[in-house]
């Protein structure tokens, strides 16, 4: 089966997503086959498109939004660390240079 690999477990998630948008096509293809009037104009057939995308899309926006956020996690948590650990590293630094006396700060 095209959605699994040989060790049946799923693809890669980006290359599922375009799999998605080969079945949009196909969809709106074969639509505007049986139903020529919908893609008589530019416009008719920017609109059929854009409701079978949206048809489709409405009834999987969750899955491929946490599938998305899934991705991404192992990313997002890594690049929160290193904020983290910038904005102590800098407020430490910021913290020190106003306990050390400056040397201004004695009489000359």
Known sequence: DKWYDNESSF???RERRQDVHGVLEHITATLIEIRPGLGATRRLRRLTTTAVEAF???ELYDL???EIKEEVREKDTNLMQKISDFEMNHYSKKR???EMPSVHSYPV
């Open 11 to 13: 693809r890669d998630p």
């Open 56 to 58: 489709v899309f409405g």
């Open 64 to 66: 491929v939004f946490a």
């Open 96 to 98: 020190q240079q106003k």
